[in-house]
């Protein structure tokens, strides 16, 4: 009984995930690349975020040294999945201006896309 649940439950999320899709014209893509968030450490950088904004922000994902996310490499550390494959933000409802104003397919998401060869 509990696993017939388990699996409805998945159904039900990924008809949600596809319906969201065909509504959003990209974040599907979005879900499955994350190279904007994985092809510069000074890509993230705060710019207009107020101090409430940036206060938002869990500590341990801002480099407080160099006003902008915490980077493990290129990486945001705040980015989850493999890019790619399957990716989202750990702090999306949170996320920077930065990251807000990167739009699927625009410039800087094509630039970023091309980087990772996709």
Known sequence: MARSMVNGAQVLWSMMLDAVDSLD???AVCRTCGACCSF????PRFSTESDAELDRIPAFLVDDNHGRMRCEGNRC???IGEVGMSTSCSIYALRPQVCRVCLPGDEACQEA???FGL
């Open 40 to 43: 510069s450490s000074d890509w």
């Open 77 to 79: 550390t705040a980015l």
């Open 25 to 27: 014209g990209g974040a």
């Open 113 to 115: 896309r091309r980087l």
